[in-house]
């Protein structure tokens, strides 16, 4: 399988932009999308946006779409997601994930999945 490592997360103001990283190792052969999804404390864990593996087709859920911007540097392995405008709605631990085909955008749809990197935004 492939394995993904997060980093990026920290504290920042409210308005502020964090660009966070996801590091791609092992089966990266395997891997069609890498998606990024968000789950704060209660709640259920949510799309936040995709990438075509060395590609440039994307998706973004309807909460970020105009904020969030989502990139690859093929050569290094690395998605970029850049999060702009930031609010303390967008605190949670964000995770990145691999999928091996374009079935959906739910987390059960992605196999490999990072440790997560918290995001707080304070106000």
């Known amino acids: 399988q492939a394995q993904l490592v997060e980093s990026g997360g920290g504290l920042v103001q409210a308005g502020g932009s964090l660009r966070l990283s996801c590091a791609a190792s092992?089966?990266?052969?395997?891997?069609?999308?890498i998606g990024w999804f968000r789950q704060a404390p209660g709640k259920e864990r949510e799309f936040v946006a995709s990438?075509?593996?060395?590609?440039?087709?994307?998706s973004y859920a309807d909460s970020v779409k105009g904020r969030f911007t989502i990139s690859t540097e093929y050569a290094k392995n690395m998605v970029l997601p850049q999060m702009n405008r930031l609010s303390p709605e967008d605190t949670a631990v964000y995770y990145c994930a691999a999928a091996s085909s374009a079935i959906g955008f739910r987390p059960a749809d992605f196999g490999s999945w990072g440790q997560g990197t918290q995001v707080t935004v304070s106000s």
């Open positions: 990438i075509r593996w060395g590609g440039s087709a994307t």
């Open positions: 092992g089966r990266i052969f395997s891997i069609y999308q």
